[in-house]
């Protein structure tokens, strides 16, 4: 099973992210912004990091290179998609996620391991959770307030998108405390928290992050 | 040679911690006017003579595509000269 990784000028997590596909027990493949070429991987991960040093928003130019024209178009026939941080903010910029990621409520760069639960299974990066299990995995982002119009916020909740939420202190003020959502299909998923790097005991505060990478070759085997 | 100038702004309703930061700092320096604060964009595009409606049009089109974020922020396009 091959998982892309797509690596921006600026990413920071893509080697992270590519790690946690190997120990998840898939083929991790680098990808690369500047060519079109999505080198046969059946899913497809946009990492974490500073794209375009969030030059004019964040994830606004990467969300214009030849890669992502080629996963938008790809993204809109099902074709599974997580973004990580950077990731989810470039995915909502591209308009295949709603709503956009903004400036944390108190102007600071949060760094902390964070409680989150996990509110929807249904995604290909999410079913080897329990619904509303709660795990542990880190944040550190500037811009991670979620924000969206009262119309999308309640057609999210109503058909269940949001895929993970804060637990205990909203971190930054995002509407409803989300931290993840999904598109209408489910094939898109976008997360402010990093499950790649809470994949061991080592390098992280939990292995709570291990499924989003496990989940996803659960749904390519039962396909 | 004239400036086009599109300035961005953050839709009232989304929340603007910049601006408030902004807001409480000027009373802690005697300024006292302001009943709040809203932060925003500014981009001075430079034109070789008289911006045609045709070039206005183009930079409303990127302004909607690259220089806003249409789903938090409006824009407003004007020529400076």
């Known amino acids: 099973m091959r998982i892309g990784v797509v690596t921006f000028p600026g990413s920071l997590d893509d080697r992270s992210a590519l790690r946690a596909i190997e120990l998840g027990g898939g083929t991790p493949v680098p990808l690369f912004h500047g060519s079109n070429d999505l080198k046969e991987v059946q899913a497809v991960i946009l990492p974490g990091g500073f794209s375009y040093g969030d030059y004019l928003r964040c994830g606004a130019i990467s969300r214009f290179s030849p890669i992502m024209e080629s996963i938008i178009l790809a993204a809109e026939h099902g074709f599974p998609v997580l973004g990580i941080c950077n990731g989810f903010q470039i995915l909502c910029e591209s308009h295949l996620l709603p709503g956009a990621l903004t400036r944390n409520a108190d102007l600071h760069f949060i760094c902390a391991d964070q409680k989150v639960s996990v509110e929807n299974t249904n995604t290909p990066w999410t079913n080897n959770y329990k619904k509303g299990q709660e795990i542990v995995i880190p944040i550190k982002n500037g811009e991670g307030s979620f924000q969206c119009s009262d119309e999308t916020l309640k057609e999210l909740e109503d058909e269940g998108r949001v895929v993970l939420r804060y637990v205990g202190k909203n971190p930054n003020g995002s509407r409803n405390a989300i931290a993840g959502i999904s598109n209408k299909r489910g094939n898109v998923v976008g997360v402010m928290p990093h499950p790649e790097q809470a994949i061991e005991d080592l390098t992280g505060p939990s292995e709570d992050g291990l499924n989003f990478f496990t989940s996803i070759l659960k749904e390519m085997v039962g396909r | ?81």
């Open chain 2, 1 to 81: 040679m004239a400036i086009i100038v599109v300035e961005v702004m953050l839709k009232p309703e989304i929340l603007d911690p910049q601006g408030q930061a902004v807001a409480s700092a000027l009373p802690r320096l005697g300024f006292t006017f302001a009943k709040s604060v809203r932060q925003g964009k500014r981009f001075e595009i430079e034109v070789d003579g008289e911006p045609t409606e045709a070039q206005i049009a183009e930079v409303e089109k990127a302004a909607h595509t690259l220089l806003s974020n249409p789903v938090i922020e409006n824009f407003l396009v004007r020529v400076e000269k």
